[in-house]
């Protein structure tokens, strides 16, 4: 288990650090509003820390669903001798899935949140896709609190098959190591990123990147599979 353990850590992170620095939502609007409401930096990182750490924990709330899944498996003795593999087809499953509807996706060219940064400071977000050249009129303004229930109710489903491995090898302590990692990684990444812009870090453009996230997941995903089932990872 601690070599299928590793190998589930290593995507977690390559995914939580992927997910976050292609998405300015995940620090772009904690500058700007703490530019609005003349925060020091030491506020700004502290709701960073509060929205990432929701952001996580619905992801956990769903995984669960994965988890419980991967509990009831492991209670059917017929099952003891290939549920490990079970749970390792389960991840290469989801991966190749999930992998054909990030491309499908961005096929389709997939509404998704959007913000708008003013010179002033001030924050909205909407809804559109990459054909929308009209201005939104259905934009919201982005306060603290907004932008937490945006991070609540947004959370990244990638942990669901990597916690159902550890469910179905009956190891608790290794599905919160995986959460542990997953939220430290997430959370410090965008406070990392966030204190970079913040004393004028010109960082990278990435929004080219962001609506690749979800294909480029599900194949780290698959690939983690792949490892598991055919080359004895």
Not at 74 to 97: Q, T, V
Not at 144 to 162: A, K, M, N, S, Y
Not at 222 to 229: R, W
């Amino acid at each position: 288990m601690e070599t299928e353990l590793s190998i589930l850590l290593v995507t977690a992170v390559s995914v939580s650090v992927l997910h976050t620095v292609s998405g300015p939502d995940h620090y772009i609007p904690f500058i700007a509003i703490g530019k609005t409401k003349g925060w020091k930096l030491p506020k700004i990182v502290m709701w960073t820390i509060i929205c990432g750490t929701a952001h996580v924990m619905a992801s956990v709330l769903i995984a669960s669903g994965g988890a419980a899944l991967g509990f009831s498996l492991s209670k059917i003795d017929g099952l003891n001798e290939i549920r490990g593999g079970l749970a390792s087809w389960a991840i290469l499953i989801f991966g190749l899935l999930y992998f054909l509807y990030g491309l499908y996706g961005v096929y389709k060219e997939k509404r998704h949140k959007h913000f708008d940064v003013y010179d002033d400071g001030s924050v909205y977000v909407f809804e559109h896709d990459h054909k929308q050249m009209t201005y939104p009129s259905n934009r919201k303004k982005v306060t603290p609190w907004v932008l937490f229930l945006i991070f609540l109710l947004g959370p990244c489903e990638v942990l669901f098959p990597l916690l159902t491995y550890p469910a179905v090898e009956q190891s608790t302590l290794n599905m919160f190591i995986l959460i542990a990692t997953f939220l430290f990684t997430t959370v410090s990444t965008m406070v990392l990123v966030v204190i970079l812009i913040y004393y004028g870090f010109n960082f990278i453009k990435t929004e080219w990147l962001e609506k690749y996230v979800t294909p480029i997941s599900g194949l780290s995903i698959a690939l983690c599979g792949v490892g598991m089932v055919f080359l004895g990872w």
